[in-house]
């Protein structure tokens, strides 16, 4: 197997290592190490015809401290708080707070727009650039830090988020069970400097992109502000505080759970409007056959969906997409149909041109809307609190909960003013030019590189 590659061997079970690789990493015994194209992508990049710099030089890194999280409900006395696994979550998630009087460490957990963060646990090197929204966030210590200091932020995190600093990153993880990595081990990564004219432009796309994702927030966070006015006070913060009630015999509705009938998902006013069904066809997939090939269909799980750049890691037999009718479409609301209660369960994804075509698994529900604007309405009011809390409380079971399409059809969607509507339909245009920003400036850096 001489001359076999780095990036060759990354597919294959076994391979030979030249000795000058365990050298040039400190004689590191593990072969997923080597087996990332790390290597080659540090050569080919030290050898370009550009000049190069370790990142230390060109940008600060450093991870956020360890800390005690004491959380609260109180906004006077708390701050937003996100885990690693949320931060590139499309849909930013407000309900854990942490206490500004309990949680010292505070000024040093927030980050600033501009910086990227990398995921340094579990899965290692994920990018995330930070707009002007996750600004306003505490994040977890599980995120790595890069504040820039002699390179444009926008063209940082376009390299870093290309295949090749992903494979450097990877290389140099440790750890058995969980991998990690730490500021010193990416301290010397090798980052091209970049002509001017490129360098700006991609800044350009990446800080353009960042823009518009936190203008489509602001705008869908109008629309649920609105259904969740229409619902009335919601004191409970979470699914499992704790409510006491009495429910007449008639009402029971052939339901015999008390998360039903009392407490988090009774709270405020019944809302009335048109059943989900009614705006649009509300359907769940089969369950396919795990026949993955080469040349298939690529697959997203019910946590993939909800990334700002959903990935695959598989594909599959588009036969078998076909037959089970996994196949999802631009323009469908996903809606998660099994898990816990405080988890993803009943939140929305929304189908863009970048999944357009891809199988999705049968833990989605499919919500297919009669047209783009009613698509955005129902987006709207499903990523409200209320609207989580009305379809939430049709779900059954104990263990894993399950929401039942049909009981999903009968929830009431209530009117949205047309200002509103607008506003939702042009969030969801805003993220497709982001997304399609941000995708663009990657692959530049990427053909510049190559």
Not at 218 to 236: C, I, N, Q, T, V
Not at 239 to 256: Q, Y
């Amino acid at each position: 197997m001489a001359g076999v590659t780095a990036s060759e061997a990354s597919g294959m079970r076994a391979f030979v290592a030249r000795s000058t690789w365990l050298a040039d990493e400190g004689l590191r015994m593990g072969a997923k190490s080597f087996a990332q194209g790390g290597l080659q992508a540090r050569a080919r990049i030290e050898g370009g015809d550009w000049k190069w710099k370790p990142l230390e030089q060109v940008a600060d890194i450093y991870r956020g401290p360890l800390h005690k999280r004491v959380y609260l409900h109180d906004e006077d006395r708390s701050w937003p708080y996100i885990t690693a696994s949320d931060v590139s979550r499309v849909d930013l998630p407000r309900d854990i707070r942490l206490s500004i009087a309990r949680t010292p460490q505070l000024p040093v957990l927030r980050v600033e727009q501009g910086w990227t963060l990398i995921s340094s646990a579990g899965t290692i090197g994920n990018a995330t650039y930070v707009n002007e929204q996750l600004a306003e966030f505490a994040v977890s210590q599980d995120m790595l830090r890069v504040k820039p200091r002699q390179v444009l932020a926008g063209f940082l995190f376009a390299f870093l988020s290309t295949q090749a600093a992903k494979g450097i990153m990877q290389m140099r993880t440790y750890g058995s069970v969980v991998d990690r990595i730490e500021p010193k081990h990416i301290a010397d990564l090798p980052v091209p400097m970049p002509p001017q004219v490129l360098g700006e432009r991609v800044h350009g796309l990446v800080e353009s992109a960042a823009r518009k994702r936190t203008e489509a927030a602001r705008l869908l966070d109008a629309a649920a502000k609105y259904f969740d006015g229409l619902a009335g006070p919601l004191p409970s913060a979470h699914d499992h505080s704790r409510a006491v009630g009495t429910v007449r015999a008639g009402d029971l509705g052939g339901r015999l759970d008390a998360f039903y009938h009392v407490g988090w998902t009774t709270e405020g006013e019944q809302l009335s409007g048109t059943p989900l069904g009614d705006l649009a066809t509300v359907t769940r997939p089969g369950i396919y056959k795990r026949i993955f090939v080469k040349n298939g269909v690529p697959v997203v799980s019910g946590i993939d969906v909800f990334q700002l750049r959903p990935s695959f890691g598989v594909r599959l037999m588009h036969r078998e997409a076909e037959q089970a009718d996994s196949l999802i479409t631009r323009g469908q609301v996903l809606v998660q149909r099994s898990g816990q209660r405080y988890g993803l369960l009943g939140r929305p994804a929304y189908v863009g041109d970048r999944m357009h075509g891809w199988a999705a698994s049968e833990h989605l529900i499919r919500l297919t809307p009669r047209s783009a604007q009613e698509g955005a309405h129902i987006f709207a009011f499903l990523r409200s609190e209320a609207g989580q809390r009305s379809v939430v409380r049709t779900s059954y079971g104990t263990s894993i909960p399950e929401i039942n399409p049909r009981d999903l059809a009968l929830v009431q969607v209530p009117a949205l003013p047309q200002e509103l509507l607008l506003g939702a339909a042009r969030a969801l245009a805003l993220r497709e030019e982001a997304d399609a920003e941000e995708e663009s400036a990657i692959a530049e850096v990427e053909s510049w590189l190559n």
